[in-house]
């Protein structure tokens, strides 16, 4: 079945690490995106990609960094800079946006 | 002004009526509407897209005024199951492939 995968589903970061959480997708989209969520809050756009080897800042992307060398997957970076990484994490994929996205089940990421 | 904005809620709702929610937009060039719903802790799924003349799936109906710019959702003969966080989502522009979602409208249904 073609779907989106993004492991881990829990992740704990200790303060100064990076991580880097995994999206993969065997949907054929061509566009691919990176959002956080905080409790009781909406969707804030990290970094999105619309073809292989290109992507573009969302609207909180500091601290935060992708690669986009494979259509099938768009993994995230939360770099030590990101001073408040402590979120529900989504991975989406989208053939056009015009149909919408697509969603993974997300990363949990806690700063311990 | 938020790009997209609706009523947080919570909307308690007793099972079995009928419930409606609203969302406003900002950009009058706006394209494409969706509702989205996300379930306690999980990932949102799309509900249904949003079309100019109005669309029904089963016990939901969606509408969209462009001239006031806004949409809405109502649900009929509400279920328990219906109980959820349900996102207003908009893409604002041809050739933009990004989606702006709204920050949610909590929906309990209670027996």
């Known amino acids: 079945d073609g779907g989106i995968t993004q492991s881990p589903k829990y992740l704990f970061r200790k303060e100064g690490q990076n991580v880097t959480l995994s999206c993969e997708q065997n949907?054929?989209?061509?566009?691919m995106y990176w959002y956080r969520q905080d409790p009781g809050q909406g969707l804030r756009l990290i970094y999105y990609?619309?073809?292989?080897?290109?992507?573009q800042k969302g609207d909180i992307a500091e601290g935060y960094s992708v690669s986009r060398e494979k259509k099938e997957s768009f993994p995230l970076t939360v770099t030590s800079a990101q001073k408040n990484p402590t979120a529900f994490y989504l991975c989406?994929?989208?053939?056009?946006?015009?149909?919408?996205?697509?969603f993974g089940s997300g990363t949990r990421l806690t700063v311990v | 002004r938020k790009e997209v904005e609706q009523d947080p809620g919570p909307f308690n709702v007793p099972e079995g009526a009928t419930v409606a929610f609203n969302c406003t937009y900002s950009?009058?060039?706006?394209?494409?509407f969706f509702w989205y719903r996300q379930d306690c802790r999980k990932e949102p799924k799309l509900l249904m897209s949003?079309?100019?003349s109005g669309n029904e799936d089963g016990r939901f109906t969606a509408q969209l005024n462009r001239a006031s710019q806004y949409i809405s959702l109502l649900i009929r003969d509400s279920k328990l199951s219906d109980s959820a966080t349900y996102l207003c989502v908009v893409r604002f522009n041809f050739g933009n492939e990004k989606l702006t979602f709204g920050t949610g409208t909590r929906l309990t249904i209670i027996p």
């Open positions: 990609s619309q073809i292989v080897n290109d992507f």
């Open positions: 949003v079309y100019s």
């Open positions: 949907l054929n989209h061509d566009a």
């Open positions: 950009n009058s060039a706006s394209q494409s």
């Open positions: 989406a994929s989208a053939r056009t946006a015009n149909y919408g996205y697509t």
